[in-house]
C-alpha cells in the first residue's frame, strides 16, 4: 500500500458496503412472505415475553433465550414490528463485516482485510438471514466478535482480553449451545503454543489468570438462564436440549435423496423426522413436545439404540456430515450456490494457510472455529446454513491466499538507473 491508500478509509468503506448490501436485501426481502417467515417463532417468544407470559412451552425447545431477548428489546423500543429487527440485523451484519476487515488487517495486511471484508459484505450465506427472523445474523456476529477477541487475546492475554472473551463465548451459547465447549479449545491450542515454545525457552509460559476468567464470565452469563431450566424442568440443562433428536433428524437428511438434493431436505427430511418423533412418543406412551425433558429423554434413548445397533451407519452419516455442513441448505439452487462458495473459500484459505506458514503467521484462531463446528456438528446434525457462525474467519484467511496469488501476478516496476 502505498502512502496515499493508507489514508484512505478502508474500514469505513467496507462498513458502507456491508450496509448497502444489507439494506438492500432488507427491502427486496421485505417482498417476499417466505423470507419474513417466523418459522422457529422467536418472534412469538419476543411477544410473549413483552406481555409477561414468559416462554412459550413448546417454542422454546432446543433453543437458548438471547435471540428472543434480542427481539423482545427491539420490539419494546420500536414496537412489534418485524422490519425493525431486521434493521438492527443489518447493523449486525454490517459490524461483522468492520470485524472480518479488522482481523485481515491485524494479521495480515489492509488488502486483505479490504478483500475479506468485501466477501463477506456480498456472500450470499450471510445476506440470506439479514431479513428473517432467524438467528443467524446475531449469532454469526458474536461468534466472530468472539474470534476477534481471542486473536488479541493471542497477540495480549490480558486479564480484559479474557473477559471479554468469558462474555462474547456466553452471549453466543445463550443464543445456540454450539459455542459452549470452543473457549476450551482454544485455551488448550494456547496451552500446546506455550507447551512448544517451553522447549526453546525452557519455561513454561501461560496466561492462567485471563484464561480462568475467561470460564469464570461465560459460567457467570450463563448461570441465570441454567439456574431458570432447572426450576422449569427439575433437570440440569445448560442452554437447551435437543441431541438425541439432532442425531436422529441426522440419519435422515444424510440420505441419498437429500443430500444429493433430489429432494428438499428442508421438507421431507423434516416431515420423515417429526413422523419418527411422533411414533417415538406413542412408544414412550407421551406426546411429542409435551415436556421437553420427557421429549429428551426418549430421543436420547432411541438414538444411543440406534448408534449401538448401526455404528456403521453412524460413521457414514458422520462422514457426509463433514460436507453437509458447507452446502446443505433448502434448494438445490440455494445449496450449489453456498457449496461451491464454501469450496472457494477453502482452496484460497488452503493457499492463505501455506502462505502464513512460511511467514510466520499463526492462523489457527481463525481456522479452529469451523474445524470444531464441521466436526461437532457432523456428530449431531450439519446443514449448510449452521457453518455461517464460522464462514467468516475462513474468509479472512481465504482472503489472504487470494492476495497471495494476486501480489504474484502483479508485475514488478523496472528499476530506473
Known sequence: MTASNRRVPWAAIVIAIGLVTGFATMVLGARSVDVNADPYRYGAMASSLLRGEGFPHQEIQRRGPMYSFLIAGIYLVFGEHEWAVH???VLLFAATVWLVFDLGRRLFNVRTGIIAGVITAIHPLFLRYVSSLHLETFLTFLFTLMVWFTVRFRARPSLGNGVAIGLTAGLASLV???????PGLFALGLFIEAWKARGRTGRLVYPWVPVAATFLVMAAVI???TIRN??????FVPVSTGTGDAILRSFIFSRTEYITLREPPYT????????LFRSLAREAGTEWQKDDWETEQFTNKAAKKKMLAEPG???????????TFWYQMTSLKNSLVVGVAALGAWILAIIGWRQARKGGIKVWPLLLPAIYLNILLALLLALGRYSAPVLPGVLVVAAYGLDTILARRRPTRAVVP
Open 87 to 89: 434493521l438492527v440485523q
Open 176 to 182: 445456540k449451545a454450539i459455542g459452549l465447549l470452543y
Open 223 to 225: 448461570a441465570p438462564w
Open 230 to 235: 432447572y426450576k422449569v424442568m427439575g433437570h
Open 268 to 275: 421431507g427430511a423434516e416431515n420423515a423426522s417429526n413422523d
Open 313 to 323: 451407519a453412524f460413521v457414514k452419516k458422520t462422514v457426509i456430515g463433514l460436507f
